[in-house]
């Protein structure tokens, strides 16, 4: 029996209230300053994703470039409402985005998205690359992987406002982030990456995550 192939929730269609969230983040992206962001990234940003967002620690992820609306709904799900609980759980990001303001958030983003991303170069074994290279153009039919440049491009640059960027970024981040989705300790996207993931094995993730670093 043939495994049914996980589809992209924007081909599928998308809950109205995510559609309304999102035409809420393009016109707050809009109105952030990149000079502003600038400043704030120096303060704040700087320490673990470098002054202008490319991160040169691998478990820190990278910035520059990345589309804003993605970034905003980031930075928005990792500030806890008082009393609540982040849409996504971070150690490290829910205390630093806690003295941001909506403006502040907006600014930071509109800097980020005007920064040109360094390319990154993958250590992976020719081997492992080869698997993830076949993920990522073409998924794993047999088991519902679907390619990962449906949504995040040929070249990794994202489909935004919904799939963000992907090339250059650092494998041991992307693997993480894979994990968290896989364990259902993230899940702060439309559902499709915890639905793929289950259907992953470690070798193929960590095969994916090393191919993306070297794309371009």
Same mark, same amino acid.
């Given at each position: 029996?043939?495994?049914? #192939? #996980?589809?992209?929730?924007?081909?599928?269609?998308?809950?109205?209230?995510?559609?309304?969230?999102?035409?809420?983040?393009?016109?707050?992206?809009?109105?952030? *300053?990149?000079?502003?962001?600038?400043?704030?990234?120096?303060?704040?940003?700087?320490?673990?994703?470098?002054?202008?967002?490319?991160?040169?620690? &691998?478990?820190?992820?990278?910035?520059?470039?990345?589309?804003?609306?993605?970034?905003?709904?980031?930075?928005?799900?990792?500030?806890?409402? *008082?009393?609540?609980?982040?849409?996504? %759980?971070? +150690?490290?990001?829910?205390?630093?985005?806690?003295?941001?303001? +909506?403006?502040?958030?907006? +600014?930071?983003?509109?800097?980020?998205?005007? %920064?040109?991303?360094? &390319?990154?170069?993958?250590?992976?074994?020719? +081997?492992?690359?080869?698997?993830?290279?076949?993920?990522?153009?073409?998924?794993?039919?047999?088991?519902?992987?679907?390619?990962?440049?449906?949504?995040?491009?040929?070249?990794?640059?994202?489909?935004? &406002?919904?799939?963000?960027?992907?090339?250059?970024?650092?494998?041991?981040?992307?693997?993480?982030?894979?994990?968290?989705?896989?364990?259902?300790?993230?899940?702060?996207?439309?559902? #499709?990456?915890? %639905?793929?993931?289950?259907?992953?094995?470690?070798?193929?993730?960590?095969? #994916?995550?090393?191919?993306?670093?070297?794309?371009?």
């Amino acid at each position: 029996m043939e495994s049914e #192939v #996980v589809e992209p929730a924007a081909v599928v269609g998308e809950p109205a209230e995510l559609v309304e969230q999102e035409e809420e983040i393009a016109a707050e992206v809009a109105a952030g *300053e990149a000079p502003k962001g600038r400043e704030i990234a120096a303060g704040a940003c700087a320490g673990c994703h470098n002054p202008d967002g490319n991160s040169i620690i &691998p478990t820190f992820p990278s910035l520059a470039g990345q589309h804003p609306e993605y970034l905003l709904k980031q930075l928005i799900d990792f500030k806890a409402d *008082e009393g609540g609980t982040a849409a996504r %759980q971070s +150690d490290a990001m829910t205390p630093m985005v806690a003295a941001l303001s +909506d403006e502040d958030m907006e +600014d930071l983003v509109a800097f980020y998205a005007e %920064q040109e991303a360094t &390319p990154g170069q993958t250590t992976g074994s020719e +081997d492992l690359l080869a698997i993830g290279r076949v993920l990522y153009h073409g998924g794993n039919i047999e088991n519902g992987v679907p390619a990962c440049a449906s949504c995040h491009g040929p070249t990794g640059k994202g489909i935004p &406002p919904h799939y963000p960027a992907l090339a250059g970024q650092h494998a041991p981040y992307t693997l993480t982030q894979l994990d968290l989705f896989n364990k259902g300790e993230r899940t702060n996207d439309n559902g #499709v990456m915890q %639905q793929v993931l289950t259907r992953m094995s470690g070798t193929e993730k960590r095969a #994916v995550s090393e191919y993306i670093q070297g794309l371009r």
